[in-house]
């Protein structure tokens, strides 16, 4: 069964990270702060030693988001991602065969917390822990393309004892407000 919903992206705080070196040249200070007060983190990378030969190419940030749910999924949602921003070849130049053509993308993967509702499992609020996989800019689409399972053993209240085989689902997301999302039971 397949359950369609929306979300909107309520805060979005994006922090660069440097996993060479420690967490306070990483920036954790400055996203604890920033996540407070909802501004965007910054850091200071001009400091710190370069990550790979591909730096100008490739970066790697942390992710707190916070979503709300509205439709057959009811409640709130608090994601953490781990992006790596890289660049992937999508052919090649029409007039140089061995010369790639790059494009520019993010894949990430990361955790979903979420407190709610969904149709068909529980009229009662609940909580559930998903794991989140997916990629923005993959072949040119513009859209974040992410799906997510659930982790057995995490329901609590209205989803607690909840018997499906699969709970799953995912987005496409083009933007931060009334993101298509679905969950399907198996």
């Known amino acids: 069964m397949r359950i369609e919903a929306i979300f909107d ?29 909802g501004e965007t983190a910054k850091d200071d990378a001009k400091d710190k030693p370069k990550l ?3 730096d100008a190419e ?3 940030t942390h992710v707190r988001t916070e979503r709300t749910f509205k439709g057959g ?10 992006l790596v921003y ?9 007039g140089k065969a061995d010369a790639p053509v790059m494009n520019s993308m993010c894949t990430y ?3 979903m917390y979420f407190k709610g509702t969904i149709d068909s499992l529980s009229t009662t609020e609940g909580e559930l822990i998903f794991t989140i996989t997916g990629t923005w800019g ?6 974040a393309v992410g799906e997510w399972e659930m982790i057995k053993g995490t329901q609590t209240g209205g ?7 699969l709970l799953s689902g995912g987005y496409d997301s083009k933007g931060k407000k009334d993101t298509p999302c679905w969950m399907v039971i198996e």
């Open 9 to 37: 992206t309520d805060t979005w705080v994006e922090t660069t990270i440097d996993p060479m070196s420690s967490p306070e040249a990483a920036g954790t200070a400055a996203a604890a702060d920033a996540t407070t007060t």
């Open 52 to 54: 790979s030969s591909y």
């Open 58 to 60: 490739m970066k790697v």
């Open 73 to 82: 999924i009811q409640g709130r949602g608090l994601v953490e991602y781990n």
């Open 86 to 94: 890289h660049r992937m070849p999508t052919g090649t130049d029409a």
């Open 109 to 111: 993967n990361g955790v």
């Open 138 to 143: 993959k072949d040119g689409n513009m859209a």
């Open 159 to 165: 989803f607690k004892g909840i018997d499906v085989k």
